[in-house]
């Protein structure tokens, strides 16, 4: 069956009036207002709950809510100013005792209040929008109680005082104070701000400004902030205690403020502990502790970086410039691993791996490395000694932290390709002395280098390594090829090196004594009989010997010598004296090279092979030479004259360098041509920003550098300036 | 005529005399640039039914008047020749404006087309018109634009045969020459600077800026933009005057 019309079930009131006694309103108030004041009154146990609600019901619902609620708040209102004026007369320490009392019973009775008139809180109060009854007492208490004259005052400041003893080291009665500040919640968070917080924090700003000042006054940097740290965590505590939650975040902000940020500049600044003194004892608690507390403040962490990047940069400033240090290269670059060392360190364990700290590191090391232009130069020479001598016994690991530490440095440098042409120099005397100790360890940093900047740079030393395997190949070939000869007359070990590959040395070919001659020529011509349309020349600057010596008391020595000291030595077979220029004229040695054999073979110690009339120690033509009869040495072999690394002289330094500036020009110019040919019309300063940036992985161009080249190009007519606006230039196709 | 006044008939005058025209046609040229002598010679000469017609004989007398015996060409002793019949110095700028006009490809010669050519273009065929004309040309160096052609042109003309640069002798002596006509007050310090820090040729990229340089920098250097793109040599000539203390930069 269809149901559609909806049936409204309607309950209607009774239709009769039931009129009530007129007095019947006021005689159920009266009952009322007697539980009330029996409630107050510490007598609630004698009332019926039941009865007291019914009765309350029915004010209500007989329309005299409004008179059972105004009856409520005079009632209540006349029992708080009883109390009001109790609490008034409690003297001294158990003001807030009472307080607190007289809070708990208020709220007890509240209750049972609200539930009595339940009915009324649901019915009349809804309706009429009146406060609910619960919150009426307590806005009644709070207006007749907390903000009475006579307490409002008198409780501030009670409570603060407590806080200041707490401060001071006395213990205080944690669990009222808990109270009081509950109370003053639960009365309305702008209560608690108003009566409480808000002055709280102002003393406490006074407080802390004071007490700071007095630190600052007699504590070093490392105590201070010990102090700083220890008032921060009782506040935070203290919070946590006894005040609201919300407070934590305004009080601490308070102590930073006065304890920290407003003497920051003068902490990190102090003499003999600041944060300078930090840093170079590796203070790391103490730099821990000044971290986590200058975290809290706007720009405080900014001080410590900028700070720390300062004396860093003044620091590696002294290192690198110090003239003492740049005597030993080596040295030199170890006490700036040593820096780097020290620094990741610090960040890593106090600054908490900060990255901007780590940015503020990486551009000092950045800064400063780049202000010593030989730099490069010492950095290779490091590697040299590390591939060198000291890789024996050393496992594999190490050396390759040690590789990446100087991987590290490298990427530093702003001109990397200088590193790279004292590199190859000191990679090629490695190869040819035969010093190389690891083959695996050149190899590995020539792949660190080669990720680092791209193949070009390391296509050459390859062809260095594969030159040496060639020629052991080559030796091989040569002595099977020579047979029955091969037992006789000297035992001659060449290396073919590819020009091109290796670092060009100037050489002049100077004469070679006839013993070994003849092995010599067989060996060129065996080679150019296996490889046709080549051309071979003697690198005699860059060779080494070994001659069996006697000498005239019978002593036999071995020794090892360059090529040229072996020409030199071969001339007293024949012999007994001759002088510089005789040398000089029979070896056709340069005369440079020549002085500096010839005061390696006569005047250093223990290697004097040769005497030399006068004894002194520079060489003049017509010095006289012969060999030294009388020389002993305990060592069998002896090793006169290197060709080991060592740091340039000036003038050889001049010369790399120029040379490095030529090679960069034809870099500089193919990047133009590059950005122009993207660009096809662009003005000079974007010209100079993209070369210098594709630039950067090698070395950073000078901008005259970079101007003078475009001023080529435009003789060399590949670019030309626009006409209508002399700034812009065009690519000439 | 007597309806023009004083200055505008002596106009009329000089006009006729220069470009060897009409009354008729000179009133009409110097009414039509506002009576500007300068602009109506532009308007005459550029008007090509107004030209004059050369005689192609007297031209080739000319020519061979001044040309070298043994080469189709004129040479030094030709152009002293000729400037001895102009009566003008040869190292007077008025023969540069010439060379301009005949798009002389080098100093002190001229081909036969570039002497027939130009002569024809100036539309003159005699000693007497080319004398004439000398004023008028002289004139044209005080035209900016024209200035500019005259001396960007006069790199091309004064370097040496298959060489890219000037060399810096004849470079100085050009721009004291050219700067005479267009005072420069820095001219001096330039060539001072060249002489002590360059030493070396002029590339014509540094030839033609610099005259950008004197027309756009003041005399303070308190526009010079480093960031200007001018060629190196005038950086560095900038660091010299402030170097010297010729010139007080403003710090900024």
């Known amino acids: 069956m269809s149901a559609q019309r909806k049936r409204n079930f309607k309950i209607e009131a009774f239709k009769h009036r039931v009129d009530l006694d007129p007095k019947y309103a006021e005689k159920t108030w009266k009952v009322l207002e007697h539980a009330i004041h029996e409630i107050y009154n510490h007598n609630a146990s004698g009332l019926s709950f039941e009865e007291l609600y019914r009765n309350a019901y029915n004010m209500v619902l007989h329309k005299h ?237 900014r001080l410590i970086r900028d700070l720390m990047t300062s004396h860093l940069r003044e620091t590696g400033k002294q290192l690198v410039t110090d003239p003492e240090r740049l005597k030993d290269p080596v040295d030199f670059v170890q006490r700036l691993l040593n820096e780097k060392d020290k620094y990741d360190k610090i960040i890593a364990a106090a600054f908490n791996n900060d990255k901007s700290f780590q940015n503020a590191l990486n551009s000092s090391f950045e800064y400063f490395i780049n202000l010593n232009s030989r730099s490069p130069e010492f950095i290779s020479l490091y590697v040299n000694d590390k591939l060198h001598k000291n890789l024996k016994g050393v496992s594999e690991e190490d050396v390759e932290i040690v590789l990446d530490k100087v991987m590290m440095l490298f990427r ?166 001759l002088s510089c220029k005789e040398i000089e004229q029979a ?72 040379q490095v500036e030529e090679d960069r020009k034809p870099q500089i110019e193919a990047a133009i041509i590059r950005v122009m040919k993207a660009r096809r019309v662009t003005g000079y300063n974007s010209i100079v920003m993209e070369v210098t940036k594709q630039l950067q992985p090698r070395f950073l161009p000078n901008p005259v550098m970079i101007k003078k080249r475009i001023e080529s190009l435009i003789e060399r007519e590949f670019l030309e300036r626009d006409e209508d606006d002399r700034k812009l230039y065009r690519y000439l196709a | 005529m007597h309806k023009l006044g004083r200055g505008h008939r002596d106009k009329v005058q000089q006009f006729m005399a220069i470009t060897g025209s009409s009354e008729k046609a000179a009133v009409q040229a110097l009414k039509a640039s506002d009576w500007h002598l300068e602009g109506a010679f532009d308007i005459f000469y550029s008007q090509p039914h107004i030209r004059t017609v050369t005689d192609s004989r007297h031209l080739e007398e000319l020519y061979n008047r001044y040309k070298d015996p043994y080469v189709d060409m004129i040479l030094v002793d030709g152009i002293t020749l000729l400037c001895n019949d102009l009566q003008v110095d040869p190292q007077d700028i008025v023969m540069l404006v010439v060379s301009w006009h005949m798009k002389a490809a080098t100093m002190c010669e001229f081909s036969r087309q570039e002497f027939i050519g130009g002569l024809q273009y100036l539309g003159i ?73 360059h030493n070396k040729a002029i590339s014509r990229d540094t030839w033609s800026q610099l005259l950008e340089f004197a027309k756009t920098v003041d005399l303070q250097l308190s526009n010079y933009d480093e960031e200007g793109a001018w060629p190196y040599l005038i950086d560095e000539f900038v660091e010299y005057l402030t170097e010297n203390g010729i010139v007080q930069r403003p710090q900024n």
């Open chain 1, 65 to 301: 809510g409004e008179k059972l609620y105004s009856g409520l708040v005079t009632t209540m209102t006349w029992h708080l100013k009883e109390i009001s004026q109790s609490i008034e007369a409690v003297q001294g320490d158990l003001f807030l005792e009472e307080l607190n009392r007289k809070w708990g019973e208020h709220t007890k009775a509240l209750q049972m209040i609200r539930d009595i008139l339940m009915y009324m809180d649901r019915t009349f109060i809804t309706s009429s929008r009146k406060t609910p009854v619960y919150e009426l007492g307590l806005n009644l208490w709070r207006d007749n109680i907390i903000r009475s004259s006579k307490i409002q005052d008198r409780q501030l400041n009670t409570i603060l005082e407590l806080i200041h003893k707490e401060r001071t080291g006395e213990v205080i009665n944690r669990g009222l104070m808990r109270n009081i500040t509950k109370m003053l919640m639960d009365l309305g968070s702008s209560v608690y701000q108003e009566d409480f917080e808000k002055p709280f924090l102002d003393v406490s700003a006074s407080f802390y400004s004071g007490e700071s000042q007095q630190f600052i006054e007699c504590c070093n940097c490392g105590e201070y902030l010990k102090k700083a740290e220890r008032r921060l965590n009782e506040e935070m505590e203290r919070v946590s205690q006894y005040l609201d939650t919300k407070t934590e975040p305004k009080i601490t902000c308070v102590v930073e403020k006065e304890m920290i940020a407003n003497h920051m500049k003068q902490l990190v600044h102090m003499e003999n502990s600041g944060l300078v003194n930090m840093l170079i004892d590796d203070r790391f608690e103490d730099l821990i502790r000044m971290y986590n507390l200058f975290q809290r403040v706007t720009e405080g962490l």
């Open chain 2, 125 to 197: 065929d005699t000693i007497e018109k080319f004398r004439d004309k000398l004023s008028y040309m002289r004139s044209e160096l005080k035209d900016e634009q024209k200035f500019r052609e005259i001396y960007n042109f006069a790199f091309g003309w004064a370097k040496e045969k298959g060489q890219k640069s000037l060399a810096l002798d004849t470079a100085i002596g050009m721009w004291q020459l050219l700067f005479a006509e267009r005072h420069w007050p820095l001219v001096d310090h330039w060539c001072q600077f060249l002489q002590v820090r």
């Open chain 1, 412 to 577: 530093y440098l702003q001109e990397k390709d200088i590193f790279e042409k004292y590199y190859k120099q000191h990679l090629a005397k490695r190869l040819l002395s035969g010093k190389i100790v690891s083959d695996d360890a050149e190899r590995n940093l020539i792949v660190k280098l080669k990720t680092e900047c791209g193949y070009q740079f390391t296509s050459k030393l390859e062809g260095m390594f594969t030159d040496m395997k060639t020629s052991q190949d080559t030796m091989q070939g040569f002595y099977a090829s020579q047979g029955f000869e091969a037992g006789e007359g000297p035992t001659l070990v060449v290396q073919v090196l590819t020009t091109g590959s290796w670092p060009t040395q100037p050489s002049a070919a100077c004469n070679l004594p006839a013993e070994i001659l003849g092995v010599c020529d067989k060996f060129r011509a065996y080679y150019l009989g296996t490889h046709s349309g080549r051309r071979l020349t003697w690198q005699t600057n860059m060779g080494t010997a070994d001659l069996k010596a006697t000498f005239a008391k019978g002593q036999k020595h071995e020794l090892n010598v360059s090529t040229y000291q072996m020409c030199i030595l071969m001339l007293f077979n024949s012999v007994d004296r």
């Open chain 1, 587 to 658: 070896t056709a040695i340069p005369s440079q090279d020549l002085k500096r054999c010839l005061q390696s073979l006569a005047c250093v110690l223990g290697k004097n092979v040769l005497r030399k009339v006068p004894m002194s120690k520079d060489i003049a033509e017509d010095d006289i030479f012969s060999i030294n009869d009388k020389f002993m040495s305990k060592f069998f072999k002896i090793k006169i004259g290197t060709v080991t690394a060592q740091k340039e002289s000036e003038p050889e330094k001049q010369e790399t360098r120029q």
